[in-house]
């Protein structure tokens, strides 16, 4: 539907269709992913997608503290503060992010290079880095329905937890706990952005709009994927053809 008109508004069923009829270009069909799913991914590539994930992962609650920021609703800001809690962590429950540096841990990563930020490719970075000023500077149901990839996110959660185990013994168990503690998060997310979705969309620009705002998102996903097929499996990271090493910049310059 990208770059399309519609000539009638979708009903709320259709609208949510479409939303969710754009799975079919979520990353988990990705060549990479599906590697991994296969068993035929290296322990390179796990560690590489680990350590880059956990840059998206670590930007996710800056994102939402945007989308809040921007939002005068305090009811969904009640809501919505949910997200943020379920990465950092509150009243001594460890979040999201204290997970990831465990599965990053259980594959074998150093937590201090994760921290640092050191393995992130250039790629990865700028495709993260958009997604969070796109949060802070759109209208804010618009940066809010962009998280609608949450919608396709529990069968990628249940299928690492299916296929991970028997593919890779080597990964510790206590690293799968973020993929367990997101199976029922995402569905709740899910719930609250489809309401903002549908209440928003009501004009047929609108609609159209949502849906290119969610294709941007899938967009973000799919090229980080690229970038680590480049580095990890191509053995083309950036600067491959003048230095072995690791020379591009790291870290927040702004």
């Not at 949910?82 to 950092?88: A, E, K, P, S, V």
């Not at 970038?227 to 990271?237: G, Q, S, W």
Request: charged share 20%; net charge negative.
């Amino acid at each position: 539907m990208s770059g399309t008109t519609c000539a009638v508004l979708m009903t709320a069923s259709e609208f949510e269709q479409a939303l969710r009829a754009k799975g079919a270009f979520y990353h988990i069909h990705h060549p990479y992913h599906i590697a991994m799913h296969n068993g035929q991914a290296t322990r390179e590539q796990i560690q590489g997608w680990v350590a880059n994930r956990f840059y998206y992962q670590t930007s996710i609650p800056l994102k939402d503290a945007a989308i809040m920021a921007n939002c005068p609703d305090a009811d969904t800001r009640r809501k919505w503060v949910q997200r943020i809690l379920d990465h950092d962590g509150y009243d001594g429950s460890e979040g999201g992010i204290e997970a990831w540096l465990r599965l990053g841990e259980a594959v074998g990563l150093d937590r201090a290079a994760l921290l640092s930020e050191q393995h992130v490719l250039p790629g990865v970075r700028f495709a993260v880095d958009a997604y969070v000023s796109f949060a802070r500077r759109a209208v804010w149901q618009e940066a809010a329905c962009s998280s609608l990839t949450e919608l396709f996110a529990p069968q990628i959660h249940q299928s690492r937890l299916d296929s991970w185990p028997q593919h890779y013994p080597w990964i510790e168990a206590a690293g799968y706990d973020y993929f367990r503690g997101r199976l029922s998060q995402a569905r709740r997310d899910v719930e609250h952005g489809l309401e903002l979705a549908l209440a928003w969309c009501d004009t047929v620009e609108k609609q159209q709009r949502m849906l290119e705002i969610l294709q941007f998102k899938l967009d973000i996903l799919w090229t980080m994927l690229d970038a680590m097929t480049m580095a990890y499996e191509l053995k083309r990271p950036p600067y491959h053809s003048v230095t072995q090493d690791a020379v591009w910049h790291q870290g927040h310059l702004l």
